[in-house]
């Protein structure tokens, strides 16, 4: 939900070109994301299910989390949703699927979320199955569709119902609920590195 380079791009062709134009730069957005994700499952798979590994890939996301929601908090009065929008020529599809990808691939935003928290979630949840890796994959991106398909759709049918007031409470619940969701992510990530409790039957078992 936070202004960035994909949103502007976004407000610009949709107001140029309408609803397609935003389902085809989610699209270039997904895709640079699925080819992360490979590279996650690829690079983390064996590694991640190990203890300590994932407690510190949790810390790490953890702490990412409460600045990501820390700062979502602080900038929060000096964001606006109605960027404005170029007259810009529209843009064809391949262009529109690399615009997509490429103004993703440069934000150092993105770059970070997927290094630390994107990390942390593959290595929380452990999938083990492609359908569990699917399930991630499609929750994640079907969440980037629903979301950039609203601001498609307010920017079409018009936009005096979603204020800059109602967009700031929109931001404040999320950064709250991505402060606490990191918070546990810290704790979660400092429990394992904890030595693991004996379990009462341990205790009389010839060692």
């Known amino acids: 939900m936070m202004p960035g380079p994909l949103l502007v791009a976004v407000i610009e062709q949709t107001t140029v070109q309408g609803f397609a134009a935003m389902l085809w730069l989610v699209t270039g957005h997904a ?70 990808a490429a103004v993703c691939a440069a934000n150092p935003y993105f770059t970070g979320w997927w290094a630390t928290v994107g990390a942390g979630q593959l290595a929380h949840m452990a999938p083990r199955t492609p359908g569990e890796y699917l399930a991630f994959y499609l929750g994640h991106e079907g969440a980037d569709y629903v ?40 704790a979660k990530g400092i429990t394992l590195f904890l030595p693991a409790k004996e379990k009462p039957d341990d205790l009389y078992t010839d060692r």
């Open 147 to 186: 979301w950039y398909g609203v601001v498609a759709a307010i920017i079409i049918t018009g936009r005096n119902w979603l204020t800059d007031g109602v967009y700031h409470g929109l931001i404040l619940v999320c950064g709250g609920i991505i402060a606490c969701l990191g918070a546990w992510f810290l």
């Open 31 to 100: 895709l640079l994301e699925l080819v992360l994700v490979v590279l996650l499952i690829a690079g983390l798979q064996a590694v991640v299910a190990r203890g300590k590994v994932r407690g510190g890939i949790g810390i790490v996301g953890g702490v990412a989390l409460l600045w990501m929601g820390y700062d979502m908090l602080r900038r929060v009065v000096g964001i606006s949703l109605h960027l404005g929008a170029s007259a810009n020529a529209a843009y064809g599809v391949v262009r529109l699927l690399l615009l997509g």
